[in-house]
């Protein structure tokens, strides 16, 4: 499941014609947008602040990327020109320049290995072999005059690098093109070239109105058609497979796309009403739009990236960017019904000569209930129902940790048990001490409460329960002290029970939405605020250390200098009243 959350403008943009992409940085949070022909800048995510930037008189026709192996920003000028600077460099003009005989497409950079060079023939080299050959580099041509390179990636398979394009002919045709990588010298071994006909195995006169060549979580080239399917072309197994139907997106102009993660693609494109734009997240496996986002401009052909969780896209008049999240677990849990599954790929040899009892640990509760094949589920239910009717806490508390599968219905009657036992009745929640007081008492039912957040569940068969299981005072208990064991606390928490904790605060508001509007209890008023506090006072705390993070960066680098004004200027300025 993805989420996008609000739209910002990281820059505006001086063209949209001579817009020529963005890149990653040296560091993940920071990108490089080759804005014109003669203007890069680097932009950080996280507060969209420009902190670099460099003009050339010289007119750049690729995106400039970031070269780890060189440590040095790469670019493309006059279409047969190679320049590489570093991050101090004042002007690319005085920069070295390395001139080829053969017209370069653009560049591709590689985490572990060298950015390679693709040429607008269809060849390619890796930067440090090109450079050294530039003068004597092949000329053949392996893409015809009447053939554009529309996309190209590269990939690896089985530590053997790959590089894929896709071609597109004068007759609005596609082929995928694919060829091994030498070592180090990163050129292709022609013997292994192997062309593929973009086409659907079904008779239907649909076009490709989107495409796109995935490396990052499988190797893959995505279309979408013109009849709103999208199909995937497997790189590794070599086959073709329809994936789903995308009805969201109108049909009649082109579609961007880009990789999201988890299984997602984003895409781009028109609204059906053609009145506006719509960006989707579309799951690859389910086939099925887990997000949409509304905008109002739709730009032909835009440029569509994904950096460090956040979408990056060409609009009319400037790069916008959208944050997202993608969760499989829980959300997926909510959706499908279905709770997560431990796989166990260990083999055990059977011994029929052994009793039928069986070989795990259980408890005696439940010893009957097994020879009947009841569900762990029902089973659950039958013995912590009558663990409760029975008031043996001290054995719930055992027992609920035997059994993985918690039905929500019982997850609610033991929070009503817990809050009973617990009785903060006799307590105000709006003063700050009694509710320390109370909360820092290890008990029994504080013990269960707390194993109680950390148990999975779905949220759309939780909410009910709670309504019908819970009154408002309980869940207002219940909020309060959830926001205990965030702050006051003397428990470690791991990062993963934290996150439970935020989710129930979240599933505690929605169970009882309606009565918090209603109500003019000033208690309720009050553990609201106390929650939204606590949640603003987390983001400020992130925010401080996103925000910190660059400092932190150079002094790692050795970058970084306390300077005093008064110590570094030649001179001083004093004030003096008359």
Same mark, same amino acid.
């Not at 029902?378 to 993985?404: G, P």
């Given at each position: 499941?993805?989420?996008?959350?609000?739209?910002?403008?990281?820059?505006?943009?001086?063209?949209?014609?001579?817009?020529?992409?963005?890149?990653?940085?040296?560091?993940?949070?920071?990108?490089?947008?080759?804005?014109?022909?003669?203007?890069?800048?680097?932009?950080?995510?996280?507060?969209?602040?420009?902190?670099?930037?460099?003009?050339?008189?010289?007119?750049?026709?690729?995106?400039?990327?970031?070269?780890?192996?060189?440590?040095?920003?790469?670019?493309?000028?006059?279409?047969?020109?190679?320049?590489?600077?570093?991050?101090?460099?004042?002007?690319?003009?005085?920069?070295?320049?390395?001139?080829?005989?053969?017209?370069?497409?653009?560049?591709?950079?590689?985490?572990?290995?060298?950015?390679?060079?693709?040429?607008?023939?269809?060849?390619?080299?890796?930067?440090?072999?090109?450079?050294?050959?530039?003068?004597?580099?092949?000329?053949?041509?392996?893409?015809?005059?009447?053939?554009?390179?529309?996309?190209?990636?590269?990939?690896?398979?089985?530590?053997?690098?790959?590089?894929?394009?896709?071609?597109?002919?004068?007759?609005?045709?596609?082929?995928?093109?694919?060829?091994?990588?030498?070592?180090?010298?990163?050129?292709?071994?022609?013997?292994?070239?192997?062309?593929?006909?973009?086409?659907?195995?079904?008779?239907?006169?649909?076009?490709?109105?989107?495409?796109?060549?995935?490396? !990052?979580? *499988?190797?893959?080239?995505?279309?979408?058609?013109?009849?709103?399917? #999208? =199909? /995937?072309? +497997?790189?590794?197994?070599?086959?073709?497979?329809?994936?789903?139907?995308?009805?969201?997106?109108?049909?009649?102009?082109?579609?961007?796309?880009?990789?999201?993660?988890?299984?997602?693609?984003?895409?781009?494109?028109?609204?059906?009403?053609?009145?506006?734009?719509?960006?989707?997240?579309?799951?690859?496996?389910?086939?099925?739009?887990?997000?949409?986002?509304?905008?109002?401009?739709?730009?032909?052909?835009?440029?569509?990236?994904?950096?460090?969780?956040?979408?990056?896209?060409?609009?009319?008049?400037?790069?916008?960017?959208?944050?997202?999240?993608? !969760?499989? *677990?829980?959300?997926?849990?909510?959706?499908?019904?279905?709770?997560? #599954? =431990? /796989?166990? +790929?260990?083999?055990?040899?059977?011994?029929?000569?052994?009793?039928?009892?069986?070989?795990?640990?259980?408890?005696?509760?439940?010893?009957?209930?097994?020879?009947?094949?009841?569900?762990?589920?029902?089973?659950?239910?039958?013995?912590?129902?009558?663990?409760?009717?029975?008031?043996?806490?001290?054995?719930?508390?055992?027992?609920?940790?035997?059994?993985?599968?918690?039905?929500?219905?019982?997850?609610?009657?033991?929070?009503?048990?817990?809050?009973?036992?617990?009785?903060?009745?006799?307590?105000?929640?709006?003063?700050?001490?009694?509710?320390?007081?109370?909360?820092?008492?290890?008990?029994?039912?504080?013990?269960?409460?707390?194993?109680?957040?950390?148990?999975?569940?779905?949220?759309?068969?939780?909410?009910?329960?709670?309504?019908?299981?819970?009154?408002?005072?309980?869940?207002?208990?219940?909020?309060?002290?959830?926001?205990?064991?965030?702050?006051?606390?003397?428990?470690?928490?791991?990062?993963?029970?934290?996150?439970?904790?935020?989710?129930?605060?979240?599933?505690?508001?929605?169970?009882?939405?309606?009565?918090?509007?209603?109500?003019?209890?000033?208690?309720?008023?009050?553990?609201?605020?106390?929650?939204?506090?606590?949640?603003?006072?987390?983001?400020?705390?992130?925010?401080?250390?996103?925000?910190?993070?660059?400092?932190?960066?150079?002094?790692?680098?050795?970058?970084?200098?306390?300077?005093?004004?008064?110590?570094?200027?030649?001179?001083?300025?004093?004030?003096?009243?008359?």
């Amino acid at each position: 499941m993805a989420k996008l959350h609000n739209y910002h403008v990281l820059c505006p943009l001086i063209d949209q014609n001579s817009f020529l992409g963005v890149a990653r940085d040296e560091l993940d949070e920071n990108v490089v947008v080759t804005l014109g022909r003669n203007v890069v800048n680097k932009y950080r995510l996280s507060d969209q602040k420009q902190i670099g930037g460099w003009t050339s008189k010289d007119h750049l026709t690729s995106a400039v990327i970031f070269d780890k192996e060189q440590d040095s920003y790469v670019g493309v000028f006059n279409k047969n020109t190679i320049k590489m600077w570093k991050d101090d460099s004042c002007s690319l003009d005085k920069s070295k320049k390395y001139k080829f005989s053969v017209n370069i497409m653009k560049l591709i950079p590689r985490d572990s290995e060298p950015s390679i060079i693709i040429f607008e023939n269809g060849n390619c080299a890796s930067l440090a072999y090109a450079l050294d050959n530039r003068k004597t580099y092949e000329n053949k041509l392996l893409v015809k005059d009447s053939e554009n390179i529309v996309d190209v990636a590269c990939y690896k398979i089985h530590k053997t690098d790959y590089i894929c394009y896709v071609i597109k002919n004068s007759k609005d045709s596609y082929d995928i093109m694919t060829c091994s990588l030498r070592d180090e010298l990163g050129d292709m071994e022609k013997s292994k070239l192997n062309k593929i006909k973009v086409a659907r195995t079904d008779s239907t006169n649909a076009h490709v109105i989107g495409k796109f060549i995935s490396i !990052e979580q *499988n190797s893959a080239v995505y279309f979408m058609w013109s009849d709103s399917k #999208i =199909t /995937q072309y +497997d790189l590794v197994k070599k086959s073709w497979k329809t994936i789903g139907l995308v009805p969201w997106i109108s049909t009649t102009t082109s579609v961007s796309m880009a990789w999201m993660g988890n299984d997602n693609l984003i895409l781009f494109g028109c609204n059906t009403d053609q009145d506006g734009a719509i960006i989707v997240a579309y799951n690859v496996i389910l086939g099925v739009g887990s997000c949409r986002y509304p905008m109002k401009m739709y730009s032909e052909n835009a440029k569509l990236y994904c950096f460090h969780g956040r979408i990056i896209l060409e609009a009319s008049n400037h790069i916008g960017m959208l944050p997202f999240v993608l !969760e499989i *677990n829980r959300n997926l849990s909510s959706l499908l019904g279905s709770h997560e #599954i =431990t /796989q166990d +790929d260990t083999m055990e040899i059977a011994n029929w000569d052994t009793p039928v009892n069986p070989m795990f640990n259980y408890p005696k509760e439940v010893k009957s209930l097994l020879k009947l094949g009841l569900t762990e589920r029902s089973m659950c239910a039958q013995v912590i129902a009558k663990l409760v009717e029975q008031d043996d806490i001290n054995k719930i508390n055992e027992i609920i940790r035997k059994f993985v599968d918690v039905p929500e219905s019982i997850i609610a009657m033991l929070l009503n048990y817990a809050i009973k036992k617990i009785n903060p009745s006799g307590i105000d929640i709006t003063n700050h001490e009694e509710v320390v007081k109370l909360c820092s008492i290890e008990s029994k039912p504080f013990t269960l409460l707390q194993y109680l957040f950390g148990i999975g569940f779905s949220d759309a068969m939780l909410i009910p329960c709670l309504r019908n299981g819970l009154s408002l005072d309980s869940s207002m208990f219940l909020l309060t002290y959830i926001l205990y064991l965030l702050v006051d606390s003397d428990i470690k928490l791991n990062s993963h029970y934290e996150s439970k904790l935020i989710d129930w605060c979240t599933l505690l508001m929605d169970s009882f939405y309606q009565q918090n509007l209603l109500t003019k209890d000033e208690k309720v008023t009050h553990v609201l605020k106390n929650v939204q506090n606590v949640v603003c006072n987390l983001i400020d705390q992130l925010t401080a250390i996103d925000n910190s993070l660059p400092l932190l960066h150079k002094i790692v680098s050795g970058k970084h200098s306390e300077q005093d004004d008064r110590d570094t200027l030649p001179y001083t300025i004093e004030l003096m009243k008359i």
